[in-house]
């Protein structure tokens, strides 16, 4: 799960990146999208993490 929050999260710089640059107007949102799921994600693997027996 936690190579998935990283995938989320470069998506959701590089699709900040063209949307703050002005590149593509819908990516914006996208972003924020993704770096929510992305937040979401990564609370989620903290609190089922690998545990040790």
Do not use: D, E
């Not at 990146?17 to 002005?22: A, T, V």
């Not at 107007?25 to 993704?34: D, E, M, N, Q, R």
Request: net charge positive; aromatic share 16%; hydrophobic share 70%.
């Amino acid at each position: 799960m936690l190579r998935w929050t990283v995938a989320f999260i470069i998506l959701a710089i590089i699709a900040g990146i063209f949307g703050f640059g002005g590149i593509a107007a819908g990516a914006a949102s996208i972003a924020k999208i993704l770096f929510f799921i992305f937040i979401v994600l990564f609370i989620i693997s903290l609190i089922t993490g690998r545990k040790k027996l």
